[in-house]
């Protein structure tokens, strides 16, 4: 094999025939590692896991090389969870890998730098694969630099991978990209691109969609729902922005979770909810409206407190908090949220509570007339 061509079946098709370079540059700037960990951020959701299960993958089967998957955090959404189950996908918290003993490190849905993706200090990631609008030039150190394609989801970048080189998919696999593109576009519906809709169609006949269906409707404990009514009853609504307070939570996904649910309100163009994990304050912000810049919003609120990322419509951050005391912690709640305010330029002076007050008339219809075609099944 020459010293410019790529282990495994590549080797001897090179880049021609329709297929895409960046395999091929990925593979050539990876050869002859030995140890590899690939790395998701914190809390890590069904695209970075997607992503990661693809990424390792590639590394099986034209490196021979064997992947751990690292996460910070938790894994706490009931639908992330029974994914790991279903694909039988095993992942390693952080704290229980040495760094050191790798020579082959993947940044996955993440870049250096992104508060929620620490690495170990003075440890560079040799291949970064993410979505994400570029924060950073490409770091000194990084073989492979795969970042900012305008597409919805990493899972997208990876799942290019296999089908535009005629690389078999494997049923777990595509079953997991698959997943992982439709729930980072909603379903392919915002910020999704014409590469998402082709990488979601070349892997559909290849997935298990069944298995798809029990991980979108995985069961959830009663405390679940305990949630939503929190955030009901403490959404604050000003002019087109909701903004709400979860406290302290046992989940940091929620804080999403409850985000993406506000912002169903017919009203609202705007949504942002805080919850405490710990000692940190987590956020997320939501848009309906197609042109924001969500990311540069959320980093704008956090300024020098923390650190956020987010792209389109999506965003979130955190905010260390320390052992900050109670009245500590309720300030930094109203600063951030002042900032959002304030950005978005709500107008305060039109407040009013999510939900109307007991005994008002309610009217779920959507502004349907009265009996129109409906139903209760």
Sequence with gaps: MSASSPPGPLASKGNGNGRDRRLFDL????????????????????????????????????????????????????????????LELEIVPATKVDFGCCDLLTLVDAQPGFGHAPLPEGRTPDVVVDHHPVRESRPKGVAY???????????????????????????????????????????????????????????????????????QNAR????????????????????????????????????????????????LRWTMVTGIYEQTLHFSLRSTDRNARAGSLARKVVGVMGSAGGHGQIAGGQVPLGDADKATREKVVKAVADRFLADVKAKRSLQRSLVEHPGEDTDTRGGAEAGGAGGTT
């Excluded at 390792?56 to 490196?63: A, D, G, T, V």
């Excluded at 729902?225 to 979860?246: G, K, P, S, T």
Aim: proline letters at 4%; charged letters at 25%; hydrophobic letters at 45%.
């Design 145 to 215: 630099w795969d970042v900012a394609h305008p597409v919805g989801a990493t899972s997208t970048l990876v799942a290019q991978l296999f089908f535009r080189n005629r690389v078999p998919l494997p049923r777990d696999v595509a079953t997991a990209l698959m997943y992982g593109i439709k729930s980072d576009t909603h379903d392919l519906s915002e910020h999704a691109t014409d590469e998402d809709r082709e990488a979601y169609q070349a892997l559909f006949p290849f997935a298990d969609t069944a298995t798809i269906a029990q991980i």
């Design 27 to 86: 593979l050539l700037a990876v050869r002859g590692r030995k140890t590899s960990l690939i790395q998701v951020h914190n809390n890590p959701d069904p695209d970075a896991l997607g992503a990661a299960m693809g990424m390792r993958e590639l590394y099986s089967r034209f490196l021979d090389l064997r992947s751990r998957i690292v996460f910070g955090g938790i894994v706490g959404r009931a639908e992330n969870r029974t994914m790991l189950r279903l």
């Design 220 to 267: 959830v404990p009663r405390s679940y729902f305990a949630i939503f009514q929190r955030a009901i009853a403490n959404a604050e609504v000003f002019d087109f922005a909701c903004v709400a307070d979860l406290g302290r939570i046992d989940n940091p996904d929620m804080v999403a979770e409850m985000a993406d649910f506000l912002l169903r309100c017919e009203d």
